[in-house]
T-cell receptor, first 114, second 116 residues
């Protein structure tokens, strides 16, 4: 079965540094998402992306966050100036256009901000 | 605020028994509900979904029940196996005007442990 792949699996950074989390969605998918999960807490929606623009974003997704689809295969999440509270597991997900489509999640990037 | 929550944070069952994981939701506008399984170190994995126009949906060894009157969702796993041990999340969402899926609102998760 096709998979959403994410790199790196672990990222350690200093507070205030920029990080870029990378994702390769499933090739025929058109909708892309970022979610995050702080240790022991719920999975939280960050942003959805379709047709090269943000469709929807949550309150978490402030000006420090941005997403980009730089080419036909990658989908990235950038955090400009990381904070301690950004430490979490970040999941990328994708699905095809249309109703009743389940999301396919990647295995996540564990971000640790020191 | 609107939220999706779980009644039981942990559930321990004997191998071969049936498991029932419950979930309460509060957003009456949600029209699509999904159960996800998350194994350690992995992302959420789709198990089964149900639209709000249905009460019950069955998959392979899993059944989802939706009670819209009391805003309750449950996941039943038949003949639970050790490989079913994981954290199970319910999630709710809605379909946008164009038919695309809105953002998922996840519950906190129930940890299912299967004893051999």
């Amino acid at each position: 079965e096709p998979e959403v792949t994410q790199t790196p699996s672990h990222q350690v950074t200093q507070m205030g540094q920029e990080v870029i989390l990378r994702c390769v969605p499933i090739s025929n998918h058109l909708y892309f998402y970022w979610y995050r999960q702080i240790l022991g807490q719920k999975v939280e929606f960050l942003v959805s992306f379709y047709n090269n623009e943000i469709s929807e974003k949550s309150e978490i997704f402030d000006d420090q966050f941005s997403v980009e689809r730089p080419d036909g295969s990658n989908f990235t999440l950038k955090i400009r100036s990381t904070k301690l509270e950004d430490s979490a597991m970040y999941f990328c997900a994708s699905n095809r256009q249309g109703s009743n489509e389940k999301l396919f999640f990647g295995s996540g990037t564990q971000l640790s901000v020191l | 605020g609107e939220s999706v929550g779980l009644h039981l944070p942990t559930l321990s069952v004997q191998e071969g028994d049936n498991s029932i994981i419950n979930c309460a939701y509060s957003n009456s506008a949600s029209d699509y509900f999904i159960w996800y399984k998350q194994e350690s170190g992995k992302g959420p994995q789709f198990i089964i979904d149900i639209r709000s126009n249905m009460d019950k949906r069955q998959g392979q060894r899993v059944t989802v029940l939706l009670n819209k009157t009391v805003k309750h969702l449950s996941l039943q796993i038949a003949a639970t196996q050790p490989g079913d041990s994981a954290v199970y999340f319910c999630a709710e969402t809605y379909f946008n005007y164009g038919g695309s899926q809105g953002n998922l609102i996840f519950g906190k998760g129930t940890k299912l442990s299967v004893k051999p």
